[in-house]
């Protein structure tokens, strides 16, 4: 082999790796801000830590993101809010009841999200947002008001299908909200947030939370006297 075959050769694949490296670039930039964000918050993390942790420069960090701000937020829509268009669309295409739509939506959010390293992004949002109004009102806009809409239109189903009792959406949707937020913050909290640090199963607090939400808590009617009668036997 010739050494300008050799050269022309080495230069092709030279040039192939930059350019995979250089596509990849902008994914592990938003790898590495999750990580630090996460792990030491918004404030604290400078730019230049994100860009070493992606094994880049800081220039090269500003060739695809304007500022820090800019990065959180595309790491808000790569995570999260990039998401909805697809999660709307399978609302479209769920044909069970409303009952198991709702529990594969709560499901299916913790898979995706939640048991991800994404579900940081959301005890970030809690610990910093007020810090940050620009960050929290753009939270708000991707995040909080297409999930809560979401949410609306499950439980809306399940009212127009006769499924479910009639209810004030605006605070229904929180039944569904608070305790998925509550599986979030038991998950970064080091136990703080579960007694005596027991491990916390996901899918089993799913289904006791969705059977709350269901059923509530209360027994149905026919059943009530059978809890005394058993005592007396």
């Known amino acids: 082999m010739s050494l300008s075959k050799l ?76 998401h909805f268009k697809d999660w709307n669309n ?45 960050i929290a009102a753009f939270y708000q806009q991707e995040v909080i008001a297409p999930g809560q809409a979401l949410i609306r239109r499950i439980l809306q189903r399940g009212m127009d299908r006769g499924e479910f009792r009639q209810m004030e959406l605006d605070y229904a949707v929180y039944s569904v909200i608070a305790p998925m937020m509550f599986l979030i913050l038991a998950k970064h909290s080091n136990g703080v947030c579960v007694q005596d640090q027991a491990e916390m199963d996901p899918k089993k607090y799913i289904a006791a939370q969705l059977g709350t939400i269901l059923h509530g808590l209360s027994m149905p009617p026919g059943d009530l006297a059978q809890p005394a009668e058993n005592a007396r036997a």
Request: one cysteine or more.
């Open 90 to 134: 399978q609302f479209e295409c769920f044909q069970g009841s409303t009952a198991e739509m709702l529990g594969y939506c709560m499901s299916a959010w913790w898979e995706r999200v939640g048991a991800t390293r994404a579900s940081g992004i959301s005890k970030l949002m809690v610990c910093e947002a007020r810090n940050f109004p620009d």
């Open 7 to 82: 050269f022309c050769d080495k230069s092709a694949a030279f040039s192939a790796k930059h350019e995979r490296r250089k596509e990849a670039r902008p994914g592990e930039l938003l790898d590495a801000a999750l990580d630090l964000f996460v792990e030491k918050g918004f404030a604290a993390t400078r730019v230049e830590e994100v860009a070493a942790h992606a094994g880049v420069s800081k220039g090269t960090l500003f060739l695809y993101f304007s500022s820090k701000e800019e990065l959180l937020k595309e790491v808000v829509r790569h995570n999260i809010s990039g």
